[in-house]
Structures are given as C-alpha cells and as structure tokens.
C-alpha cells in the first residue's frame, strides 16, 4: 500500500520548479508562461519603430497577466517566472509607448 501515498514527480524539470508543493496549478502555471511569452514579445518588438503597436499590445496584455499570475500563485518558481515576464512586458510596453503609442495612427 505504500504506493498510494507516494507522489508523482512531474515529467519535466520545468515542472517540478513550478510545482514544487508537489500539486498542480495549470492556470497559474499558465499565466506565468503567458506572461513570459507575452514580454519576450513585446520586448522583441519594441525596438523595432515600425512594430510599435504589437510592442505596446503584447506588453499591456503581459503586464495583466504577469499581475494576475502574481495574486493566484502559489509556488515560488510560479512567482519568479511572473516577475521576469512582468518586466519584460514592462519594457516592451513603454519602449512601444514611446514609439507611437496603443493607436499610433490608427485612430486621429
């Protein structure tokens, strides 16, 4: 019967810093990954003038979900995944600011 309290490891590393109390946490997990795809993005983009709309839509969307990935977190590799994504979004977020803007053109 020993087998029926013993836990199981998750198949990845990835897996096993996310959810290191050993239960899974798919939205929070998938926050934190829409957050850190969302900034590399908008931090890709935004150094490019001609891109500032994607820039500066990838980064408010990053920012919303790195803060929302922040209040349902529950492991630390979930909250360290966040910030990096949260700041990255940041950037990528003013830099498109910067470069025209949410409408740049689009509207006036």
Known sequence: MAHAVRERAPASPLGRVLNSDGRAHPAANAFAAAAVVLGLVALATAFFPGLHLIASWAGL???GAGLWGQMISSTTGERFLSVIGLGAAAVGFYIGIAH???WGGLIG
């Open 100 to 102: 025209g803007g949410l």
């Open 61 to 63: 969307f990053g920012v």
